[in-house]
């Protein structure tokens, strides 16, 4: 390293000067290497996940066959008086919780006889009962049935998944769409009764035409859903016709329509890009597709909506709120014991424990606020809260009490690092104190007021504990935004990537099966929360740039 | 739009060359009328005063500077004129000024119509982190002003008097940030001068400059005495006799010696005053 100096005369070398440097840094050090292991701990797990690994037949002493996927192994743990060599045993994926009951068995790798990866063997997703993994049987269409030559069996089965996932998704639509929106005008015909009937108008003539017109509605919209409930029996009974039989490796059968099929593969059998191409497409599903299972497969797209909903909603909330309350802090207060102490309990808000900011939001905004609106404008829908509950706004809000301090105090770090002289030369200029902070002082303190933002922004989107009283659920049906009137829907409910990591990885039926979504999950999260601060930083260097002397 | 705007813009744009520093001074022509007028002005920081009784009468388009050592209430006296102090709290203000002829502490004068009347220029150069354009017509701008014509027209004429047109007319949408001390000390005083005041208060406004910029500073204030009174603060003694008409001593906050420049000079009537211009403290 560092060449020796030779000692000074009349002077001692100064022999520790090196050692605060080699403390600082290594604990640097350390902190940097917990970052880096938490982040590659997470991405070895979670990214390997989509991979279609091969499928192993292993057949056991005792004549047992399984078919799956290698999840782990381990030391066999031993009595400690037992001197032999440690033996080890494997975890499979077995799949087929519909056949088995259980997707995971132990293998002592000592009991098996024989371990091959048979190439016909496939992995087959579905709509229900997670992965199965055993051979094709047979296909059958309304055309043909193949059952012969396991090499068309597989080429018919491929052929046939297309139309049928198109058959699937004109089913989807009409019972999502079509349906629903009958519902929908249904609800509020049903609704606009109730509405007569508290405002005890069913008496008056006016009235009671109302009434006759909302009940002719009602009863069109009954008919014209039967229609649809005829054509849609139909679609599904002809979408029941192409089937596909797969066989598990012990012989259990089971007969699916085509269109429950979500992915079928012979892992075995795949070339490297045919991996390639299975993996992207699982890591497609994951992050533009809603949950299927219990969340524990699917994607996750509607918890990303939510986080960067609610993240954004909360940014809307707080920005204006912090600033408003440090300009008034640092601008116009008469700075004296009073502010002072306004100052402090702003900072010891940013300590207090983020559930008791949840119990807050659920007291004072979902059952007062939102109580009061429900009783004001949606009297009709009681007892069913429309505000009432939890729901995207109060969780939003809620949030936005929590980082406000943050903002706050960043803010007003920035107020005072605006030079003094600015402002007096734009009270000499004849300028008013609003129009000097507004013109000169804030436009000084955007950046600032951006870094709060970005630590309120990352904050917010890593809280779960006050979500999950005000607003978040593990599963919800409908996004705040979507093409029903009025389009912005803040009363829902909604889903969030951190609480779908607590719900995937702890309440979970099958926790081994969806600890691998939880790593995806967290990565997803960090990126969401990366991409949020990313966006700011770009924006405040850009105004950093414009103020420090760069073009305007 | 106020009607002093009108006459400005249709004012001459061409400032005649200012006499040399050093150049004479405008001797026998009477007493000039009185700009600013102050009278037993004490000012107390809490508990500590600052300004002990000053009196005195400022002439009008003249340029009076104030000198002294530091700390001897210099600045807090020229920021009293424009009411800045107001800012700073626990400071009280006794005594009159007025300005031609009107007390600026009147409840009933608006203290931003007073600011508007009295410009001023500080010691360090704090253009906003804005461009050109926009600092020039800034002082506009909170005015109401909004018309392109108008703001273009001014601008011109103020960069011009300012003597930084020509260095910065093919830039004016670039940050004021990005020109020299000098440049952004002219700026200021463009900034300044843009809304048409009747005083310009200079507070110490070379004292971060090197001396060519210090020169053209020097310069243009002689061009500016012609419509503007200016009082301009200084520690600089070779300054203040290039370039005042009168001269004011202040030392401990108090006014020891105010008259001409040169009488104050050359022929001191304290000793303090003959002292400090000496060099034997300060």
Known sequence: MTPARPARPGRRPRRFDRIPIWFTGSLLGIALLMIVGLLGLIMARGLGTFWPWPLWEVSVADGTRYLGLVHRTELIPQPAERSESPARRTLYRIGNRDVYGLDFVWVDDAQITHRTRPTEAVVLERLEWGPFYGFVQSVRTPIQAVQDDPARRWETLRREL?????????????????????????????????????????????????????????????????????????????????????????????????????????????SVPGRVGVYLDRL???????????????????????????????????????????????????????????????????????????????????????????????????????????????????????????????????????????????????????????RVVLPSAVPGVL????????????????????GVVKLAPDLPIDQVAPFLHLERKFMHLGFHIYDVGFQSPNVEASKAMVYMTTLLLLGVVVCLNLAAMQIRGRLRAKLGGGDV | MRPGLLLAVGRPLAVPRPVGPGGSLRAGEGPPPTAIDLETVSV????????????????????????????????????????????IEGIRIEGHIRLHGQDIHDPTLDVIELRKRVGMVFQKSNPFPKSIYENAAYGLRVNGEHRRAVLDQVIEQSLRRAALWEEVKDRLHTNALRLSGGQQQRLCIARAIAVEPEVLLLDEPCSALDPIATAKIEELLYSLKERYTIVIVTHNMQQAARVSDDTGFLLMGELIEFGATDTLFTTPQDARTEAYITGRFG
């Not at chain 1, 630590?455 to 006050?466: F, T």
């Open chain 1, 162 to 270: 297309p139309p049928a996932r198109r058959r699937a998704r004109a089913i989807r639509y009409i019972e999502r769409r079509v349906v629903g929106n009958i519902n929908t005008a249904m609800e509020r015909h049903r609704l606009a009764l109730r509405r007569l009937e508290l405002r005890h108008a069913l008496a008056n003539p006016l009235g009671q035409a109302q009434q006759r017109r909302h009940e002719a509605a009602i009863a069109d919209l009954n008919a014209r859903y039967a229609r649809v409930a005829a054509d849609l029996r139909a679609k599904r009974q002809e979408d029941a016709q192409s089937r596909a039989v797969f066989a598990s490796i012990d012989g259990h059968v089971i007969d699916l329509p085509m269109s429950a099929i979500v992915r079928v593969y012979r892992p075995n059998r795949l």
């Open chain 1, 284 to 438: 497609r599903e994951f992050v533009f597709d809603p949950p299927r299972e219990a969340n524990s497969e699917g994607g996750v797209a509607p918890a990303i909506f939510g986080t960067v909903m609610m993240t954004l909603l909360m940014s809307l909330v707080v920005v204006p709120l912090g600033i408003l309350a440090a300009l008034y802090l640092h601008e116009y207060a008469r700075q004296g014991w009073l502010v002072s102490s306004v100052r402090i309990a702003v900072n010891n808000l940013a300590g207090v424990p983020s559930i008791v900011f949840g119990v807050f939001g659920l007291g004072f905004f979902c059952y007062f606020l939102g109580g009061t609106i429900d009783h004001l404008w949606f009297p009709e829908r009681l007892p069913t809260p429309t505000f009432g509950g939890g729901g995207i706004l109060w969780a939003s809000l809620t949030l936005a009490l929590l980082t406000v301090p943050v903002v706050i105090v960043a803010t007003e770090e920035a107020l005072a690092a605006v030079p003094n002289g600015l402002r007096e030369a734009s009270l000499a200029c004849g300028a008013t104190k609003f129009q000097t902070i507004w």
């Open chain 1, 451 to 470: 870094t709060g933002t970005i630590l309120a922004m990352a904050r917010g989107a890593g809280e779960v504990a006050p979500l999950m009283i005000t």
């Open chain 2, 44 to 87: 107390w920081y809490g508990k500590v005063q600052a300004i002990h009784n000053v009196g005195m009468q400022i002439p009008e388009r003249r340029i009076t500077a104030l000198i002294g050592p530091s700390g001897c209430g210099k600045s807090t006296l020229i920021r009293c004129l424009n009411r800045l102090n107001d800012l």
